[in-house]
Nanobody, 124 residues
Framework: QVQLVESGGGLVQAGGSLRLSCAAS????????MGWFRQAPGKEREFVAA????????NYADSVKGRFTISRDNAKNTVYLQMNSLKPEDTAVYYC?????????????????WGQGTQVTVSS
């Protein structure tokens, strides 16, 4: 069983930056692919970014490509999402997820473990 706890969310002005962290416990996530998803009010949860077990392969939603960077530190059992040039449309609850497979995937159903989420609000 993997427990995930996100942190680093908050209120930021448009154009600003935030760094989200996802700390895992219960098991080492070094063999897990990891993903970040988000859900805005009234909308479905959507894929943001994903990373394979080693950090050597990543993938991003078109809406965040070039602005967000996913990374991981397996020694710390932690995954990060660096968010730059934030826009009001990035406002959402951001969730970290773990997949018991080494390669990244975009589909929500591929991920068995989820955190509780952290709120990101971008003001205009």
């Amino acid at each position: 069983q993997v427990q995930l706890v996100e942190s680093g969310g908050g209120l930021v002005q448009a154009g600003g930056s935030l760094r989200l962290s996802c700390a895992a416990s219960g098991r080492t996530i070094s063999s897990y692919a990891m993903g970040w998803f988000r859900q805005a009010p009234g909308k479905e949860r959507e894929f943001v970014a994903a990373i394979n077990w080693s950090g050597g392969s990543t993938n991003y939603a078109d809406s965040v490509k070039g602005r967000f960077t996913i990374s991981r530190d397996n020694a710390k059992n932690t995954v990060y999402l660096q968010m730059n040039s934030l826009k009001p449309e990035d406002t959402a609850v951001y969730y970290c997820a773990a997949r018991s497979g080494s390669s990244w995937q975009k589909a929500i159903y591929e991920y068995a473990y989820w955190g509780q989420g952290t709120q990101v609000t971008v003001s205009s």
